[in-house]
């Protein structure tokens, strides 16, 4: 991704002053911006405009953030950054849980939200270019208890053939886990390993993202048998693990 103004980035918030601000930072550096204040033809209009990025409102009225980010996420790929206030905790952690790629709180900094979306942006761009690539060609992935993890494709697939392409997030996480089976794994080495932006100690993504996985390897919370909680340490991979 050599060319900003080959990416088209749609901001969805009904605030016009923080909407404006929003699109003169992305304009400034060079993207193509949409704007909307709001959404009941998402989905619709990121697959007809081919939209790279949504910076979406978590707070729109009517269908909110949330619902619209599981909306999209159902139908589509394309890069989600919620932009949330301060008091709206709960709701990112919902947001990331419904598949939002990362969020920005409101007052943002604008170097920052740039940052973010740019290390977004090059992820969504890298992991189709490498699908892209990889159609032709042999492709080693990681074998796990009747599961095949595609690293290329980022593609779970089950014993009875069902698949689904995971979020860059949890494939992060679940390819660390892996690549150390029987390790514990403290929250510390989790994000550093799947975040590229600053975190805090209470930052639960860490936990979001093994409950999003636990559901989809279908692995029981209450007596999980492949990514372990080791308390107050971190989590361990518990499966037998081949290339």
């Keep these: 991704m050599t060319m900003t103004n080959s990416i088209h980035i749609l901001i969805v918030e009904d605030d016009i002053a923080s909407r404006s601000l929003l699109v003169s930072h992305f304009e400034k550096e060079g993207y193509r911006v949409s704007e909307t204040d709001q959404a009941d033809d998402l989905c619709d209009r990121v697959r007809d405009e081919q939209i790279d990025l949504v910076l979406l409102d978590i707070s729109l009225p009517g269908r909110d953030g949330l619902t619209l980010t599981r909306e999209l996420r159902a139908h589509s790929r394309v890069g989600i950054i919620l932009v949330t206030s301060k008091g709206d905790e709960i709701d990112r952690i919902v947001g990331l849980e419904l598949g939002a790629d990362d969020y920005v709180t409101k007052p943002f900094n604008p170097r920052e939200l740039l940052v973010r979306a740019k290390n977004l942006l090059w992820r969504v761009h890298s992991g189709a270019q490498s699908t892209a690539t990889g159609k032709n060609s042999q492709r080693s992935g990681w ?21 689904e392409r995971l979020p860059e997030g949890e494939f992060k996480l679940l390819r660390t886990l892996m690549t150390h089976p029987g390790q514990v794994m403290s929250r510390d080495q989790l994000m550093d390993a799947i975040h590229d932006r600053e975190w805090t100690p209470n930052d639960r993504t860490v936990d979001v993202l093994i409950g999003r996985l636990r559901r989809k390897l279908g692995d029981n919370p209450s007596n999980p048998q492949l990514i372990l909680t080791a308390h107050g340490a971190g989590y361990m991979f518990a499966g037998d693990v081949s290339r």
């Design 143 to 163: 074998r796990f208890e009747g599961w095949t993890l595609d690293p290329q494709k980022r593609q779970l697939t089950g014993a009875q053939g069902h698949r």
